[in-house]
């Protein structure tokens, strides 16, 4: 047996000299069976999911003895686990309980200056970082099983590197634990994994009393973290979230809100975590300003001073412990009745595994409180209500329990789905509505808008939460205002880009208005431009050059002063009366000429136009075939093709291409209503 010279370590390898008997809970027994069945199906690389506090390490210590037993060895061979972990606590942790369940297993640490004998251990818990330089000590030969604690890790290169060098037959058993078999880094966890074979999460722990009841409760501290910088791993980057997070404000707002709830709750040992080390001394230096007996630890603290802080935290001579991602995982302080959330996070796992810490069941507790210190409005920050199932979830929480936050996601899901009933209703009756809008508007009216299609058109009638309603919604975009505008307007206005919009007036003379956006200090302005323009005689353009001249008539960032600017120049021209032809200027989209069929010469003009533009288009079938193409200019009024051809004269191009996108929506609905 190896000696080692660490007194925290020798102690924790040879206490124990009498066999413990643990009776296994009855879902750890579920889990080994399933590991074991597994195996015993050819399926060779599974995981096990289990919430902080399930007793992984329990279950994987009885998982070896039973396949020990069921794998066939000569005589004198031995079955020879290695255990894979990444913190010196871990390895601790696992020799351990090991030796609590039988002092008669030879269990060895491969780890920094501890060097194993291979072929005397039955157990070896080895750190990756140290087996990555000793990989010439195993092999498939003399490895019967591999085990994974803190599996999510496992698609670390260093894992890899590990796992594929000693069972590079690929015959070894590789079964990977953890509470969070998800990673934030969109790397798959397939790589190592076949298959999840056993699942309980903390919730269900709680519900069957295997872990303490968690109240919850959520503090605002008005924090923006939009702005925040986002790292590769999706999380927010620590140095950025720093600057957010630790300020005096909010560091004062954390220490009295904690000051309240030991009043209120007798709180004995409290676990924070903070940013990173900046933030975990300012924080320390808060709650010893109010008298708090308050220490803490980050990377650089000293082993020797680690283990004696965490020792008296344990003992109740500490308050308050403060760490930065030191006791995320493998730590077992089973008395932490407080968990303050400081660290705000977009990664699941890693809020799992911070309130996790706090719920493992301890004789001094009833319960965990755990706070979390964030700002309400953040979106992408998982929240205790987010692991609940609760999406969006913007009130605050007031010491709610699991029952409680379950009964409210229940309330929350059934509102839902009221609401997912009453919208069908109505989708029936916009459906009904978009009918009549399509037999109101020839298909040039709908180039117009921005919703050609059922669920476009649907837009204009959807609430702030993005329910439908059968009252149009009041118009809060310009392109909102502009759409109900041009539709309502009677004028027979024509889209001739995909901001600008015109009509024409009488002999080509007509009205253009242009919308461009314009940045200043970082913030888009949209500007209206409304212009009239009159046709020059046709000598004055042959000699100049020039067909029309414009004339300003308005600029201004509010379109319904455009608009309005537009219908004051058409009135005042219509009560100047009739032109030296006797024409009497008449712009209304309604007059009843438009309604009248479409002259040969027009439609032969517009087929060899809209022809044109279809063949221009790069995939067939995106293309109208010629027959449709035909069917509509066979049947256009005369006010609809009027308004094409004058849009073709200004834009040649996007007007027709818009159209021909229009006819094969409605072509395409029709022949989908033809199968109903």
């Avoid at 060779?44 to 009885?62: D, M, P």
């Avoid at 297993?105 to 491969?110: G, L, R, S, T």
């Avoid at 605050?396 to 839902?416: G, V």
């Avoid at 649907?458 to 505008?485: F, M, V, W």
């Amino acid at each position: 047996m190896i000696k080692v010279g660490l007194e925290t370590l020798s102690r924790l390898l040879f206490a124990r000299e009498v066999s413990t008997q643990y009776k296994l809970r009855n879902y750890q027994q579920v889990a080994i069976d399933k590991c074991v069945d597994s195996i015993a199906n050819g399926i060779k690389k599974i995981g096990v999911s289990l919430a902080t506090g399930g007793g992984k390490t329990v279950i994987f210590t009885n998982l070896i003895d039973q396949l020990k037993s069921r794998t066939p060895k000569n005589e004198g061979d031995k079955f020879r686990t290695l255990i894979l972990v990444h913190r010196r606590e871990l390895a601790l942790q696992t020799i351990n309980t090991i030796k609590n369940f039988s002092h008669d297993i030879n269990a060895q640490v491969e780890m920094g200056k501890y060097h194993c004998e291979v072929e005397q251990a039955d157990v070896i818990v080895g750190s990756v970082q140290s087996l990555l330089n000793r990989l010439a000590k195993y092999n498939e030969k003399n490895i019967d099983l591999i085990i994974i604690d803190e599996a999510h890790h496992a698609v670390a290169k260093s894992y890899i590197k590990v796992v594929d060098t000693i069972n590079s037959n690929g015959k070894i058993p590789v079964i990977g634990f953890s509470a969070t078999f998800e990673r934030n880094d969109n790397k798959a966890l397939s790589v190592m994994f076949d298959e999840i074979v056993y699942h309980k999460g903390i919730v269900e722990m709680i519900k069957e009393n295997w872990l303490c009841e968690g109240l919850f409760t959520s503090v605002n501290v008005d924090v923006n973290l939009d702005d925040v910088e986002v790292s590769s791993c999706n999380d927010f980057k620590l140095d950025s979230l720093s600057k957010v997070m630790n300020t005096e404000k909010i560091n004062n707002i954390v220490v009295r809100t904690y000051l309240e709830e030991r009043q209120k709750e007798n709180l004995k040992s409290t676990l924070l975590f903070a940013v990173d080390v900046a933030h975990v001394k300012y924080l320390c230096e808060e709650f010893r300003k109010f008298g708090i007996n308050a220490e803490y630890v980050t990377g650089t603290t000293k082993v020797a001073e680690r283990d004696r802080i965490i020792n008296d935290f344990k003992n109740f001579k500490i308050e308050v412990l403060i760490n930065c991602g030191i006791f995320t995982e493998g730590t077992d302080i089973p008395n932490i009745d407080c968990v303050l959330l400081c660290r705000p996070t977009k990664s699941r796992s890693l809020l799992v595994q911070m309130i996790g810490r706090g719920l493992r069941l301890h004789h001094s507790k009833k319960h965990c409180h755990i706070i979390d210190f964030v700002g309400v409005e953040n979106v992408g920050v998982v929240s205790v209500p987010t692991l609940m199932g609760i999406d969006n979830f913007n009130d605050e929480l007031e010491a709610a329990t699991i029952s409680e936050l379950n009964t409210l996601k229940l309330q929350i899901d059934k509102e839902k789905q009221e609401m997912v009933l009453k919208n069908a209703a109505v989708e029936d009756s916009l459906k009904a509505k978009y009918n009549d809008y399509l037999e109101e508007h020839n298909d040039f009216d709908l180039t117009l808008t921005s919703y050609p299609s059922f669920e476009d058109f649907c837009e204009a009638y959807k609430d702030s939460n993005g329910y439908l309603s059968l009252t149009e919604k009041e118009p809060i975009s310009n392109t909102e205002r502009e759409n109900q505008y041009f539709m309502k307007s009677s004028y027979p206005w024509v889209k001739t880009a995909n901001t600008a919009w015109a009509f024409s007036i009488h002999n080509n003379h007509h009205i253009r208005l242009y919308k461009e956006t314009k940045e200043k200090d970082n913030v888009a302005k949209e500007i209206y431009i409304a212009k009239i323009y009159r046709e020059l005689p046709f000598a004055m353009r042959e000699e100049s050059g020039i067909r029309f001249i414009p004339r300003e008539l308005v600029k201004t960032n509010d379109f319904f002063k455009a608009a309005g600017i537009i219908e004051q120049t058409i009135s005042e021209m219509q009560m100047r009366g009739n032109d030296d032809k006797g024409y009497t200027l008449n712009v209304n989209k309604f007059s009843p000429w438009r309604k009248l069929q479409a002259t040969p010469k027009q439609k032969a003009l517009l087929l060899k136009r809209l022809n044109k533009v279809n063949s221009l288009e790069k995939k067939e079938s995106d293309r109208l075939e010629k027959k449709d193409i035909d069917n509509y200019v066979e049947h256009i009024s005369k006010g609809e093709i009027s308004n094409v051809l004058f849009a073709s004269t200004i834009a040649p191009i996007y007007p027709l291409k818009r159209l021909l996108k229009v006819i094969k929506y409605r072509i395409n609905r029709e022949r989908i209503q033809a199968f109903q």
